[in-house]
T-cell receptor
Framework: NAGVTQTPKFQVLKTGQSMTLQCAQD?????MYWYRQDPGMGLRLIYY???????DKGEVPNGYNVSRLNKREFSLRLESAAPSQTSVYFCASSTLAGDTGELFFGEGSRLTVL | GENVEQHPSTLSVQEGDSAVIKCTYSDSASNYFPWYKQELGKRPQLIIDIRSNVGEKKDQRIAVTLNKTAKHFSLHITETQPEDSAVYFCAASRGTGGFKTIFGAGTRLFVKA
């Protein structure tokens, strides 16, 4: 099992360029999440998808769009990148069933916007 | 909106001492409180969690306590070791599946040998 896989791991963009971060999980989880991590600010939720077919805004959704392509995949799109979006992005997934609410994170994608 | 505050932002202890990290949350509907550890350059990983119907939970050298009335919860690490050095995040959620999880800003723990 690969767990949660994110691509790309590193990306440099110029202001105004667009890009999509891809995320896939092979754990048959229902829920998927996108977080950004900035120094001193912890992990901030951008968007999440409780189950296939649904998406909801998190704490910092402005400037981002998401697509829950199927149960396995959840992508994050930056339509017009800004320097303020320079960050490390983490995708995560969790199961709906059972007692645990554990989030399983990908390795992260480091994005730099110049 | 929901908010989780975490203190201190940095904590330095001597090997063998205890470390305590405290969090408060604003959403009274929160009922699931996980703690994650993130080593340098790695992804966050769950180390322990607690639900609102439980006041305390222990797993070897780590324990969590919850005061739902005061909306406080804490992480206690006893007999700290150098490998405990990492960033620790508290979080709060309204449930264990399909709910958004809001994180605190993190505590960087240094354990000096």
């Amino acid at each position: 099992n690969a767990g949660v896989t994110q691509t790309p791991k590193f990306q440099v963009l110029k202001t105004g360029q667009s890009m999509t971060l891809q995320c896939a999980q092979d754990m048959n989880h229902n829920s998927m999440y996108w977080y950004r991590q900035d120094p001193g600010m912890g992990l901030r939720l951008i968007y999440y998808s409780a189950s296939e077919g649904t998406t909801d805004k998190g704490e910092v959704p402005n400037g981002y769009n998401v697509s829950r392509l199927n149960k396995r995949e959840f992508s994050l799109r930056l339509e017009s990148a800004a320097p303020s979006q320079t960050s490390v992005y983490f995708c995560a997934s969790s199961t709906l069933a059972g007692d645990t609410g554990e989030l399983f994170f990908g390795e992260g994608s480091r994005l730099t916007v110049l | 909106g929901e908010n989780v505050e975490q203190h201190p932002s940095t904590l330095s202890v001597q090997e063998g001492d205890s470390a305590v990290i405290k969090c408060t949350y604003s959403d009274s509907a929160s009922n699931y409180f996980p703690w994650y550890k993130q080593e340098l350059g790695k992804r966050p990983q769950l180390i322990i969690d607690i639900r609102s119907n439980v006041g305390e939970k222990k797993d070897q050298r780590i324990a969590v306590t919850l005061n739902k009335t005061a909306k406080h919860f804490s992480l206690h690490i006893t007999e700290t070791q150098p490998e405990d050095s990492a960033v620790y995040f508290c979080a709060a959620s309204r449930g264990t599946g399909g709910f958004k999880t809001i994180f605190g800003a993190g505590t960087r723990l240094f354990v000096k040998a």
